[in-house]
């Protein structure tokens, strides 16, 4: 541990170049048999990964996207959600969650999280469904799942689809299985920061269903399934091959980074245990992803200061609830309609997570962090 009087080594919040180290020849290599091949939209690589990535989380398919946000507005076409619809769904979460709702002229309908997960409270989950009612989405936020068995039975009993957003979830478990294939199907990010980066943009969907995964791979590509044919009206969210190419590196390590991510929160929940942080918790029956460590204090403002201050990076997700975002005035929500989501918004505060960060890293942060506390 560094003693006072030495100058201690900034903590940076995001690692991204420590990543890029450990792997630049093998991603080297990808990307030029990429340049070789020059199949740059789609191709065999974005195939192969899709192969791999579906393998990985035990879906028949894995379609992949330009970006995570396409994959969310598609998995709302393949439902057929449109206007006059609503999607129940967290107001606490990254604000694509909900623009995928608001992309197809549908209504985002929030309900509160729990307190301890952060994730939409399956409770309170039933009351708001009404006869428009057309999916419910919950988020595995933060990389913990979402309490899904209470909302696939109430999926169940309104004969609703449920929508995995497992955007920041790659690898986390619920009663031991992987999520992603709960729902009718779970879409994933591939941006650069998530458990599996990409070197740019990326998203995926995976499902059981044939029929959506086909559909999927039309609606990603116009609307066609040969060209110049377009059955539908379609977009262009095709995946980079380059990308491709990247995330097919990266899977061979995708469970070596989650375990690494695991010691990084258990260390911390050894470290921080005597503080006044409330820490976060996995529940009994799953395994959190850690693709934050969110700490929460009423005091966060401070906090955050102190720690950057001090040199160690961090974050907050997220400052604002969507329920009261300008973007969704006209939903009509106010201020107090969601306490729980509205507290964790004051509160939360993201710590540095990240595989590669050493055991002095974390004791650094956690040091900075008792230092706050010291005297009080
Ligand atoms: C919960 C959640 N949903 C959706 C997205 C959208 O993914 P992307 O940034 O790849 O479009 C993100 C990513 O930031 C996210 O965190």
Redesign the pocket.
Known sequence: MTTRTEKATPVPYLDLPAQMRAIRSEVDAAIARTLENCSFCLGPDVARFEEEFAKYVGAKHCVAFN??????HVAMLLLNVGAGDEVITTPF??V??S??ISYVGAKPVYVDIDEATFNLDPKLVEKSITPRTKVVMP???YGHPADLDPLLGVCRKHKLPLVE?A??AHGATYRGKIVGTFGEMS?????P??NLGAYG???GLATNNADYAARAKALRDHGSTKRYYHDEIGYNYRMEGIQGAVLAVKMKYIEKWTRERRRVAHRYNELLADTPLQLPKEADNAESAW?LYVVRHPRREELKKHLEANGVGCGLHYPVPLHLQKCYAHLGYKEGDFPVAEKAARECLSLPIYPEMTEEQIQRVAEVLQEFFKGQ
């Open positions: 970006s995570g946000t396409s994959a969310l979460t990254f694509a969650t623009w995928a988020v595995h936020l957003d955007a920041q879409c994933f990010s591939f941006y920061g998530k943009e990326g998203g693709h």
